[in-house]
């Protein structure tokens, strides 16, 4: 997983890279959204797994003590919460706000 990772994140970074500097010199506005879509793309692959990872201990957690659901539950909601406001801050700052 980490290798595929990799792969990506070094295949798209010149993208990412040289993105700003094609949108100030009037070339094609393209590298920009392809830049924005990359980010966009691995924020939410990024939270999505977070996400997953997180469902999976806590139900591992509950599966194992089942009288401690109550207390479990909270911190889950909560880490999903913060999880899913790391990929909207990433969709806003693709969009350049």
Known sequence: ???NLGLVVATLAPVMAFAEEAAVAGAK???AYYSAAAIMAIAVAVGTFSQSRAAVSALDGISRNPAGAG???VPLILSLALIESLVLFAF???NGF
């Open 1 to 3: 997983m980490k290798k």
């Open 29 to 31: 506005p393209n590298a």
């Open 71 to 73: 207390k479990a539950l």
């Open 92 to 94: 806003v700052v693709a």
